[in-house]
């Protein structure tokens, strides 16, 4: 897979900076047929001097037309990592959508593991831009 391009989205919430990248995979887009296919990779780094753990996770991904599904569950690619300080956990994964330009955003619910303290951390809203969309939306 090609890597992403331009800088990435970032924002960070107690202690814990999330970085988003999204790359457009024509590959596997069928303009055609109105399927457009993304890839995300993310970096989630604990800042802080507590270890926190990863538990849930909330996505909001809207298309082109305003429509946003909410998409709900435990932790991240079948994994709830732990990130003790200073330590960073990757990966990429993908969403369809039916229109050639969209955004996602969301939250990662955490616990700090010392307290068992819960707590959300922002996604930023990131652009799903793909070259069919005419004009610059995003």
């Known amino acids: 897979m090609a890597k ?9 919430t107690a202690d814990v900076r999330v970085n ?4 457009y995979l024509s590959d596997q887009s069928e303009p055609e047929r109105s399927h457009f296919v993304w890839a995300y990779r993310v970096s989630i780094e604990n800042l802080g001097r507590r270890s926190v753990q990863l538990m ?12 946003t599904q909410r998409v ?3 932790g991240v ?7 003790e300080p200073g330590e960073s956990f990757e990966y990429t994964s993908g ?4 229109t050639p330009s969209g955004f996602m955003r969301g939250q990662y619910h955490m616990v700090a593991t010392d307290s068992g303290e819960p707590f959300d951390v922002t996604i930023p809203a990131f652009s799903l831009d793909s070259p069919h969309q005419p004009g610059g939306v995003h």
């Open 4 to 12: 992403p391009q331009g800088n990435p989205f970032s924002a960070t």
């Open 95 to 98: 969403t369809p959508l039916s």
């Open 20 to 23: 988003v990248q999204a790359l």
């Open 72 to 74: 709900h569950g435990d």
């Open 77 to 83: 690619i079948g994994e709830q990592p732990v990130l």
């Open 56 to 67: 849930k996770r909330t996505w909001y991904i809207t298309d082109g037309r305003g429509l």
